[in-house]
């Protein structure tokens, strides 16, 4: 870590703070010595005063971002308060630390940003690892609770742990499946995957373990299940809640054992496959009411991965509305784009049928009309046979629905900033978002308490 701070006497006692918490510490006491060595050498962290001679905190983080230095910088400084916060943070910072501070709260903001740090670059390494994976199956992410997901992800994808994925129908559970696998040892094998409520019961068990040719009537050969053919890769149990209890036992018996018979047949046969589960119901609910094996219940929640409904992650409306036009682009063979309009007016909905609802809509609007650019008005139905209706004006300062989703922000955040006697900190935790978030609506919305 690199310490930055025209103070003698604090770059020692930061230097004894720092090293005893584990730290390797090296010092400059100006801004530009302070830069030539931040460039020079690989900072995981750079901790930097703002007030010094010949070059400020603020100029250094300036320069320092300029000329492509990418280490975490956390600011000091014993002036300006928040009004040096958020100017440090529009220059790059990532969080800032007023003096005089205590020493732990210095160990706990390097130990977060370190943090960060991992998480962004295991994030980054896994959506490396699935930019070969076919478009329409890439992982589109930007609000917390999906990075969170990601990052999940990238931590048990390497292993074969068996994971239960969770969340409403529609939130994208294949897709997080695809992308353990595709980030798996296991990406070269194959991907199977049955949506187990959508096979007849009588037919699952032959479908999921195969069966002996004369096992039953229209049995005219023998033929190897879905288990056979996913050996070696992953195979992807979708609403996996479904399945019968006499077929559950079956299945614990693969997950434990790793072997199966097939239908009609005595022999058992071997596998190696990392199982997936998907589903929308309550498994220990349901366990607990005997409708699910509790045993097969603990097997299968070793990992569990949660994907909140759209409606509770409104960051990721934008990059999948975008995401969703540029597949449609290849299809239809144009170039299809939002408008800002549109953008904000599918932010505002509710979507009910998540992710897989936005797609639908984003695809009817599209095949509904030769415009190139979508515009709110192609999103709404109306009867057949009845001429279009123009678009009611949503309320808001201007008619827009922009204005509207800014005056209720603006409103929000207000609330919360009052609410907290005007500590930001204090008022970003409420809100459920970061300070340098806050600071950029506060900025972006014109909010000054």
């Known amino acids: 870590m690199l310490v930055i701070d025209d103070e003698p006497g604090l770059r020692q006692s930061l230097g004894l703070l720092l090293s005893d918490a584990g730290y390797a510490i090296v010092a400059e006491s100006d801004g530009k010595r302070g830069l030539a060595r931040a460039l020079a050498e690989p900072f995981d962290l750079v901790l930097c005063d703002v007030r010094m001679p010949e070059m400020d905190g603020l100029a250094f983080l300036r320069a320092f971002r300029q000329q492509g230095g990418q280490s975490l910088v956390i600011v000091m400084s014993a002036y300006g308060g928040e009004d040096a916060a958020l100017a440090a943070m529009q220059e790059g910072a990532y969080d800032y630390i007023p003096k005089p501070f205590r020493p732990d709260e210095v160990v706990l903001t390097l130990r977060k940003a370190e943090e960060r740090e991992r998480l962004r670059r295991e994030v980054a390494g896994l959506r490396a690892q699935l930019a070969s994976a076919p478009r329409e199956r890439a992982v589109v992410a930007a609000s917390p609770a999906m990075r969170d997901a990601l990052e999940l992800v990238a931590r048990v994808a390497e292993h074969r742990t068996t994971v239960l994925i969770t969340g409403e129908s529609g939130t994208g559970k294949e897709v997080i499946a695809r992308a353990i696998h595709h980030a798996s040892p296991r990406a070269r ?198 001429p279009p209706a123009a678009p009611a004006a949503e309320s808001g300062d201007d008619g827009t629905l922009r204005a509207a989703v800014e005056r209720i922000e603006r409103d929000t955040i207000s609330a919360a900033l009052r609410a907290a006697d005007g500590n930001r900190r204090l008022a970003a935790q409420r809100l459920g978002i970061s300070l340098r978030t806050l600071f950029y609506k506060l900025e972006r919305l014109g909010i000054s308490l």
């Open 189 to 386: 094998e194959a991907f199977v995957a049955i949506n187990c409520a959508a096979i007849p019961e009588n037919l699952l068990e032959s479908e999921l373990f195969g069966h002996r040719r004369g096992a039953f009537t229209g049995a005219t050969a023998d033929k190897p299940g879905l288990f056979e053919q996913a050996d070696g890769g992953t195979l992807f149990l979708d609403e996996i809640g479904e399945l019968p209890l006499g077929l559950q036992a079956k299945l614990l018996r693969v997950l434990q054992e790793g072997e199966f018979r097939r239908v009609g047949d005595d022999k058992n046969r071997h596998v190696d496959v990392r199982v997936l589960g998907a589903t929308a119901r309550d498994l220990e609910r349901e366990a607990k009411a005997g409708r699910f094996r509790e045993d097969l219940f603990y097997r299968l929640n070793v990992v569990t991965v949660y994907l909140p409904p759209l409606a509770e992650r409104p960051q990721d409306v934008a990059p999948l509305a975008h995401h969703f036009a540029a597949l449609l682009s290849d299809r239809l063979g144009r170039k299809l784009t939002l408008s800002a309009a549109t953008v904000a007016w599918l932010e505002a909905q509710p979507w009910p049928g998540n992710v897989r609802e936005l797609a639908h809509a984003i695809e009817r609007a599209a095949v509904l009309t030769d415009a190139d650019v979508l515009e709110p008005e192609h999103f709404r139905e109306r009867p057949r046979g009845a």
